[in-house]
Every structure is written in structure tokens, then in C-alpha cells.
Nanobody, 124 residues
């Protein structure tokens, strides 16, 4: 059974930083792109970041460019999201996702595996 388990979400003040982790089990994603999405109350799930199978290509949503960094450790089958300079608009449940392709995209439909999410709350 494939599982993606996110961790690291918590409440933080504006301007602070958090690092989210996503540990995969049940299969290796060493040849697959991974991504992060988020969903705020009453809003659609939004693309945050993606990283290619070997880490040489990354992409970010416009709202997080320059503040968030996605990375991966293939030996640990884990993906990370470093979030800096957080603001209240970043408050959401953050989801890790696994793609069947080597290079990911911003489209939710290209991701076949999803975690349960971790809550990030940013207060002003």
C-alpha cells in the first residue's frame, strides 16, 4: 500500500519559517516527480511546488515564488518544503503528491498519489 505522510505543519507567526516533510512508503518515488499543493477553507486545492525525479528541475506557484523551496532526499524517499517569510495567506492544509512521470507539473490531474495533509496556520 502506497502512503505519503506529511509532517511539520503547525501554527506560526507571520514572517516565520516552517519545513514540511513528506515520507513515502510502499513504493519508491525515485523515478517520479513529487509535488506540494495546498487548500485553504472554501478554496480549491492550489499548486505550490514540484520537483523532478532527480531534483534538477523545480517549479513554483506564483504566490510562493522566492519564499518556498522544494527539495528531496531519494535515499530517504522523502520530499521537503521549506517555507520562509510566511504570511496569513499561506494558511492552509498542505498536501504532498506523487506523480507517475519523471517531471511534474502544476496540474492536479497528473498526480496519482496523495497524502492526508498537514495544517499550517499563520497568524498576523
Amino acid at each position: 500500500q502506497v502512503q505519503l505522510v506529511e509532517s511539520g505543519g503547525r501554527a506560526v507567526q507571520a514572517g516565520g519559517s516552517l519545513r514540511l516533510s513528506c515520507a513515502a512508503s510502499g513504493r519508491t518515488f525515485a523515478s517520479n516527480a513529487m509535488g506540494w499543493f495546498r487548500q485553504a477553507p472554501g478554496k480549491e486545492r492550489e499548486f505550490v511546488a514540484t520537483i523532478s525525479w532527480n531534483g534538477d528541475s523545480t517549479g513554483y506557484g506564483d504566490s510562493v515564488k522566492g519564499r518556498f523551496i522544494i527539495s528531496r532526499d531519494k535515499r530517504k524517499n522523502t520530499v521537503y518544503l521549506q517555507m520562509n517569510n510566511l504570511n496569513p495567506e499561506d494558511t492552509a492544509v498542505y498536501y504532498c503528491a506523487g506523480n507517475l512521470l519523471a517531471y511534474g507539473s502544476s496540474s492536479r490531474s497528473t498526480y496519482n498519489y496523495w497524502g492526508q495533509g498537514t495544517q499550517v496556520t499563520v497568524s498576523s
